[in-house]
């Protein structure tokens, strides 16, 4: 039997990059799957993908929401169980780092945007938990809240409150962590590091090729990625699905997972000392 067979799965931030290909693995493997995100031609190019790895049009529920409205999250909770009845995982990975209208993400970016980074990388995440929390503890079920190496302990300039907000996620799914488990459900957290998605787009204001050349050209950088080479979207899904698999994973409870290739554990002076292998 296939592991997440008889699972129902809600996975935020579905219409690109992460949240798309961990739909299609948890799909692919048995869920039953809600996919959502604002774009609807976006979402309907991951429903499409569902589809082609073999699964049921029955099977994929498709929304098209803004998950920071409180009428969004509601749209996703209702039709996921108006069409599969129950909820088992859900995984909030949707999140980004969004410039200010100077194009700013340092520490001198406004108030406003503050608060837009905070309400889309945090708030929306305790608001899905609490609005999920009633149906996850029926089945037992999972939470996989997707952070980033931006939450620390290594500074990050460049992405001051999205970082912080990630940060801010961290500590909050490890204190929720401890609340839930007493209801059965589980949180557990995925730290990604660089990963070739549609992030650098919104970030950093990249067209979709120059995207690319900048995730290809940091993988050459052994400085930057240890492995050699930048995290593709399929690398975190499978990190993802272990911990939404209640039988690979039950124990861990709380806990972060750093999937980057070695970038965090990577000092900037270490490419200056050099030195043989
Ligand atoms: P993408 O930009 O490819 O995907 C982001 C997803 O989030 C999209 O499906 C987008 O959907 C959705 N989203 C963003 N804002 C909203 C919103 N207001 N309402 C609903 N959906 C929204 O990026 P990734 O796949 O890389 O990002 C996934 C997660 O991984 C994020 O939490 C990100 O912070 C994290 N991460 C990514 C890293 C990377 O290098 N790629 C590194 C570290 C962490 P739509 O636009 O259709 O609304």
Redesign the pocket.
Known sequence: MARFSGKVAVV????????RATAILLASEGAKVTI????SE??EETRQAVLKAGVQEANVNSVV????TSK?QDLIISSTLKKFGQINILIN?????LPDASGNTRSNCTIENLQKMLQ??LQSVVEMTQKTRPHLGKTRGEIVN?????AGPSAQPQSVYYSTA?AALDQYSRCTAIDLISEGIRINVVQ????S???S??ARGLSADDSLKFYNSMGELPHCIPAGYCGQ?EHLASVIAFLADRKASEYIVGQTIIADGGTSLVLGMHSVFGGKK
């Open positions: 935020t931030g579905s219409s690109n990059g992460i949240g959502t995100g604002r774009d976006r979402l929401a803004d998950i920071t969004g990975n949707a999140g980004a780092n889309l990388n997707i952070s980033s190496i931006g990630k990604p590091g660089l990963v998605t549609g992030f787009t919104a979207p």
